[in-house]
């Protein structure tokens, strides 16, 4: 049962106008004077939203910058943005807009009236307008730049061959040295694959580009200091880089060794040679972190039981949080039948739909909550995390939709986890955050927001505990 309270919900709120925006956007558009034109309206999307990756040398298969190289393609261009969240979408955004928190960091998505604006194009002959209209192109950064900036160290995995065609391949690839002198706080990584298929005849799919699938990183120091087996980003087809929280910076142990333990390649098309790059940002010198950074890793248990030839499957992960807990990311990850997957938070009689995202098992992405929409979440809340499955013909992921699957690491098995940035608070500390959101987002008493079940209540000091009383 979900708690019913006269708060005044600013996540419902601003679905509420979203709705409207959804339902009077298209018809507007199509009743407008002015013809919708790629110089004047198209263009502006597809820079902003599209060329970082459909541009010549980038992972895209075409170039989409020129109405020459975009005019072909305008039928697919609607189809593909029509999708929304769904798997295939363009750009490769799958939040669902209906639910849920809606500020993101990086958010290249299109809204509603973009949406449109690019099927009315494509359905009155894709004119190109007055070039007057268009904007100045954009500059971009080589293709080997990083998104982080120029990273201040560089580590490269051991090198991997792969002939062309041949099957998967998993286990670990080794380790290699950081030769850091000292001890340093990370505040952002970024991990690349460096191969030479370029210039080599390809296959046009995204997997066409790379050999590696996913890369777990470790990082161990020569004293035992770190993380061994997991608690830094993971490597995936597609995935952005990630930054950390500003007052949680992550901790590299001088000399440490990264390792490369839990390793998924693929054949590409081409016999290929390959290697990952990681690419470390530091904290500036005598940067100690404020607050304690936590990887939270929630799902795949062993009883995931993914039928054949069936569309609709679910699974219910749940995890109770030891600690108050700031949410910065929600990265879903599961395996080729995945197609959805959702984040709920319980606390008490309250039920949030924190995040409701699609999946495509070919280009991963990660959410990064905005500063003053990131969950704050009392400790005892519960984690409900949420899988569906479409294992059958539909789903073109899927090698064979007749097979049962499993947990396990192939892409044949099956994986449902949410893979999590977050931030562990001391009750002074949580109630500081929910005193800052309050203000930011100027709320009264009684209002509360999504991800924020404890912001329509002033912030008090944590009851004490009885003297013997229990934990």
């Known amino acids: 049962m979900r708690r019913l309270t006269s708060a005044v919900l600013r996540g419902s709120l601003s679905l509420a106008v979203s709705a409207v925006v959804a339902t009077a956007v298209p018809a507007s558009a199509g009743q407008s004077k002015e013809p919708v034109t790629f110089a004047r309206d198209i263009a502006p999307i597809l820079q902003r939203s599209c060329q970082q ?61 973009e949406i449109a604006k690019i099927a009315s194009w494509a359905d009155n002959g894709a004119p190109k307008g007055n070039p007057a209209d268009m904007p100045p192109p954009l500059v971009f950064a080589d293709a080997s730049a990083w ?24 286990g670990s690839i080794g380790e290699s040295a950081t030769n850091l002198p000292e001890d340093r706080y990370v505040s952002a990584i970024e991990i690349k694959e460096i191969n030479d298929s370029r210039g080599k005849p390809v296959r046009s799919t995204v997997g066409g580009l790379y050999l590696f699938h996913h890369a777990s990183l470790g990082v161990l120091g020569p004293d035992g200091r770190g993380n061994a087996l997991g608690g830094w980003p993971v490597h995936e087809v597609g995935r952005n880089a990630d930054v950390f929280d500003a007052d949680a910076g992550k901790l590299l142990p001088a000399q440490a060794r990264l390792m490369f333990a839990s390793v998924h390649l693929h054949a ?43 569309a609709n499957q679910r699974m219910d992960v749940y995890f109770t949080l030891p600690q108050n807990t700031k949410i910065m990311t929600f990265e879903p990850h599961m395996h ?102 309050r203000e930011t987002l100027n709320l009264k008493e009684g209002q509360t927001v999504v991800g924020c079940p404890l912001c329509g209540t002033s912030p008090a000091p944590a009851p004490a505990r009885p003297a013997g009383g229990q934990n």
């Not at 580590?155 to 998967?168: C, L, R, Y």
């Open 53 to 113: 990756c459909h541009r010549p040398d980038s992972v895209a298969p075409m170039s989409l910058i020129t109405f020459e190289e975009v005019r072909p393609y305008a039928r697919a261009i609607k189809q593909r943005t029509g999708l929304r969240s769904k798997p295939g979408v363009m750009p490769p955004w799958y939040i669902e807009k209906n639910v849920g928190i809606q500020h993101f960091k990086d958010d290249i998505s299109l809204n509603d009236e």
């Open 147 to 170: 998104k982080i900036g120029t990273p201040d160290l560089i580590v490269s995995s051991p090198t991997v061959e792969m002939k062309g065609i041949a099957p998967d391949w998993f």
């Open 268 to 310: 590409n098309g081409n016999d290929t040679k390959a290697r990952l790059e990681v690419g470390f940002k530091f904290h500036p010198k005598g940067y100690k972190p404020k607050l304690t950074f936590q990887p939270l890793f929630v799902g795949n248990g062993p009883d995931i039981d993914i039928r054949g030839m069936d």
């Open 336 to 437: 080729a039948p995945g197609v959805r997957m959702c984040m709920e938070a319980i606390w008490g009689i309250t039920v949030q739909t924190l995040s409701c995202a699609g999946y495509n098992h070919s280009w991963v992405r990660v959410y990064n909550y905005a500063d003053d929409a990131a969950p704050l979440l009392p400790k005892g809340t519960i984690l409900h995390v949420i899988g569906y499955f479409d294992n059958s013909p539909a789903n073109k992921n899927v090698a064979d939709p007749r097979n049962w699957s499993g947990s396990g690491h192939r892409s044949v098995d099956n994986m449902v986890i949410n893979l999590m940035q977050a931030i562990y608070l001391t009750d002074e500390q949580f109630q500081g955050e929910v005193a800052k959101r």
